[in-house]
């Protein structure tokens, strides 16, 4: 992994300046010992007319994937030898970052006690990295780095030289140039963009990197025309973390507008989130809502069907009135996730008593779903190819039959409400489809009138009077005495083993 740093001198301001700036003399070459591996300073060339620093960072693999415990890009439980075999030590990306901020902090902070004046001038300035991912190509390079100031000199790297018919790859080889910009104002540009081209993080993002990117960011983020890209991709697409940084640079700009400070726009913008409190998440409203369904229908042992990552779980272990609960995912990663969440390890024994998590597929009859008060399907039949529901629907009802079912799904309809979702577009790339009410209503009428329930159907979170609530949920109970006919039985039956 290599980058380049060059500048060009006058006989009042030699380039070797460069060495004070960086606080690294340019007749040394210098390693310094990171968590990842190991940085090298060197400079290829020092005249008093052009003096170059270039940054090698050796990363080690092993060390890497020991110390992050098979986390982050590549390092999936399930993906062992991505762990080792990967573009790490090769392409300019966080750990680069990483070690830019670690090896050329003061230069980065604009601190230089022995050249202060050449500290806070604009250099003639070239940066140079062979091989950088950009997640969005040459485009989005330029996008990034030109409206800062930089002369952006960027090409695609073929993925094979022989077959130019195979295309490009992700990789770019890039030249900035610039003569307005200051060294500090250039190591942040780059500690900021290189793993937002990439589009990853070697580390986990914790809340204190809102803070890093609203300090590297200072003086030219907040006015950046892809300021909410940066935002999101550099803190890895955490919702909260972006909401987070995109408040805060918005008081920063609201400030500079007003010419006041950042702290006087801060307490009128929470004087007025006081007035005005937040709206309840839509997924607050749903499990209150699936929540009151239970206990309509005195449900004491029930089952969450689909669990994902045990948030109706836990919400169901703070009620007593829920004595066993069982969560059933087809996912080990989410039960591994649920399992870590609802703390089962240091679960007091009485609660571990009233709780089990076990990896189960909805498509398949399943015994030990039997004998229970209430299932709970939350937001999960969407998520099945639609020639898969009957499987399910013979599963739940027709085998393990509990006296109450409870349906969540998105409503097609509401979806028009939503400002951020492009037209036509589902809530979740892993939707198979979304429903409209209609379309709900009939096939839950359908599966009761097969299996011997009565239907009930709720609203969930507000109802629009043009298109109803953005989530419909179904509320089935077994009746006393089903008659279900022979056939419809055998026939759903053959349908859920052809699935």
């Known amino acids: 992994m290599f980058l380049t740093l060059t500048t060009t001198g006058t006989p009042e301001h030699p380039a070797t300046d460069l060495g004070f700036l960086l606080h690294k003399h340019p007749e040394k070459a210098q390693a310094f010992s990171t968590s990842f591996g190991t940085a090298h300073v060197l400079y290829p060339e020092a005249e008093d007319q052009r003096c170059t620093a270039a940054l090698l960072l050796e990363v080690d693999a092993v060390a890497l994937v020991r110390r992050g415990k098979g986390k982050g890009r590549g390092g999936a439980p399930d993906a062992a ?24 902090s003061s230069a980065m902070r ?25 997640r969005g190509g040459p485009d989005l390079v330029r ?45 942040r540009h780059l500690y900021v963009l290189l793993p937002v081209l990439d589009d990853a993080k070697h580390y986990w993002v914790a809340p204190d990197e809102v803070d890093k990117l609203l300090r590297a960011g200072a003086g030219w983020l907040p006015g950046h025309p892809e300021h909410k890209l940066i935002t999101s991709r550099y803190l890895s697409r955490r919702w909260s973390l972006t909401r987070e940084a995109m408040d805060r640079l918005e008081l920063i700009r609201l400030a500079e507008t007003d010419d006041s400070e950042v702290e006087e726009i801060d307490n009128a913008v929470e004087a007025e989130a006081e007035r005005e409190p937040k709206p309840t998440p839509l ?49 080990v990663r989410a039960l591994t996730i649920a399992s870590r969440r609802l703390k089962l390890d240091r679960m007091g024994e009485r609660q571990a008593a009233r709780v089990r998590l076990f990896q189960g597929s909805l498509a398949y009859t399943d015994k030990r779903l039997k004998g229970y008060d209430a299932a709970v399907l939350s937001e999960v039949i969407e998520h099945l190819d639609l020639p898969r529901l009957p499987a399910l629907e013979y599963a739940v009802f027709g085998s393990a039959r509990p006296r109450t079912v409870v349906v969540t799904t998105p409503n097609v309809e ?23 009410r209609g379309e709900f209503r009939a096939w839950a009428g359908a599966v009761a009138e097969r299996h011997g329930y009565d239907v009930e159907f709720r609203p969930v979170g507000p109802d629009d009077p043009e298109v109803g609530p953005p989530t419909q949920l179904a509320l089935l109970t077994l009746r006393t005495i089903t008659e279900t006919p022979a056939t419809t039985a055998t026939a759903t039956e053959k349908e859920a083993k052809a699935a």
């Open 81 to 104: 030898l991505a762990q080792y075999v990967n573009d790490r030590p090769y392409a300019a990306s966080s750990l680069l970052a990483v070690a830019l901020s670690s090896v050329f």
């Open 110 to 134: 604009g601190v230089c006690k022995s050249r202060p004046e050449r500290a806070a001038e604009p250099l003639p300035l070239r940066v140079e990295i062979p091989a950088l991912p950009a």
């Open 143 to 187: 996008r990034l780095f030109e409206p800062l100031g930089w002369t952006v000199d960027v090409e695609a790297v073929p993925l094979d030289t022989a077959f130019p018919e195979w295309g490009d790859s992700r990789y770019v080889r890039l030249v900035l140039e610039s003569e307005t910009l200051t060294l500090s104002n250039a190591l």
């Open 283 to 331: 997924a607050v409203h749903r499990r209150e809502a699936i929540l009151t369904a239970l206990r309509d229908h005195a449900a004491a042992r029930v089952l969450d069907l689909g669990c994902g990552e045990g948030h109706l779980v836990r919400e169901l272990l703070r009620e007593p009135r829920f004595t066993e609960i069982v969560g059933v995912d087809v996912s």
């Open 414 to 436: 509401y979806n028009v409400r939503w400002e951020t979702l492009p037209a036509g577009h589902v809530r979740h790339r892993d939707h198979r489809f979304e429903w409209t």
